[in-house]
């Protein structure tokens, strides 16, 4: 989702086969994490912790925890599926309907065009609303480095391990489909390794939707279309004007 790509989100679904130790830790930390993200959003409570987007026909879990229709199904297909925020066995709960209706009169306000809309209007006006998605772009750049002059000292740019698991030696495209068929439901906060071996990568900066910074910004070939020495805002416009070409 476009308009959830600078979002934090919190645990995932899962199984319960990793492990009970997890359950309390999860219960306590998704406690202060829901605290501090209404706290500093008050929109927070309509996220969904899955998709990070307004609610898709709201379902309440048994342990309490809301997520999306289509969410929550993801959720349950593994033999044990627990509860990505609290880690507690997960079964098919209830319709939301207390937060259906608040989200139908709840206004908010686009942070791209400043158009006033009801959040259950956010999910398809983010999608099609050229100044967010601008405004998205420039939070991912906020948070990278400026180029080093000296870029022949760089990581390798070649193969990358796997940011979730052990694996190591992916190719770009091989890590983005490495990723997507076995982490698409991981919302872990990762440092990307394509971007760490770049130049102007930030090696310390934890992306909060790997999965979507993933489909933004890695769907091309770096070693096709960047030329190393430009700066990042260069090297873009090459990349989009290049790839559009090829296309």
Not at 97 to 110: F, N, P, R, S, V
Not at 137 to 163: I, S
Not at 181 to 210: E, L, T
Request: some cysteine; charged content about 25%; hydrophobic content about 35%.
């Amino acid at each position: 989702p476009l308009w959830a790509a600078v979002l934090a989100p919190g645990l995932l679904c899962g199984s319960a086969l990793a492990g009970g130790r997890w359950k309390m830790a999860g219960v306590e930390s998704s406690s202060r994490y829901a605290e501090a993200s209404a706290l500093q959003d008050p929109l927070s409570r309509f996220t969904c912790p899955v998709c990070l987007e307004v609610f898709e026909s709201p379902v309440r879990a048994p342990c309490g925890h809301v997520f999306c229709t289509p969410c929550l199904q993801e959720c349950l297909k593994p033999i044990e599926p627990v509860c990505g925020v609290c880690r507690s066995t997960l079964s098919p709960g209830s319709r939301a309907l207390d937060l259906e209706k608040q989200i139908e009169m709840t206004e908010t306000t686009c942070d791209g065009c400043n158009k006033k809309m009801y959040l259950s209007k956010m999910r398809s006006h983010a999608a099609a609303c050229s100044k967010y998605q601008n405004y998205i772009m420039e939070g991912v750049k906020a948070v990278t480095k400026e180029p080093p002059r000296n870029t022949r000292n760089v990581p390798n740019r070649f193969t990358f391990p796997c940011p979730y698991c052990s694996e190591k030696n992916f190719d770009q495209e091989g890590l983005v489909e490495h990723c997507k068929k076995y982490h698409s439901m991981d919302a872990k906060q990762v440092v990307c390794p394509i971007c760490a071996s770049m130049p102007w990568g930030d090696p310390n900066y934890r992306s909060a939707n790997f999965m979507e910074h993933l489909q933004r910004r890695h769907q091309f070939s770096y070693d096709t279309f960047v030329d190393y020495d430009a700066d990042e805002d260069d090297m873009m416009a090459q990349v989009l004007l290049r790839s559009l070409r090829d296309q």
